[in-house]
């Protein structure tokens, strides 16, 4: 059974935020990579948590929601 949104929204709109969402992870994910390329090792560490947490929270604060709502959007699933 879905897990029940905290919000709800129209499907269209629901999508959008969803590839927005997606984007950002992706984005964020370049971040690490240019890090590895050119961070110290010694600093990468706090980089790579802090985009890891980002990430996190996009996943767990939006797109779980969203999937929650309409888990047909879920390309997991």
């Known amino acids: 059974m879905p897990r029940r ?8 709109h629901a999508k959008a935020m969803r590839d927005l969402a997606l984007g950002a ?3 964020l994910t370049g971040i690490s990579a240019i890090g590895r390329e050119h961070v110290v ?20 604060d939006i797109l779980d929601d969203i999937c929650g709502h309409h888990p047909e959007l879920d390309d997991l699933r």
Request: aromatic share 6%; hydrophobic share 35%.
């Open 5 to 12: 949104s905290r919000f709800e929204m129209e499907k269209q």
């Open 25 to 27: 992870i992706t984005d």
């Open 41 to 60: 090792a010694e600093e990468m560490e706090p980089l790579r948590y802090a985009v890891g947490r980002v990430i996190g929270r996009i996943q767990t």
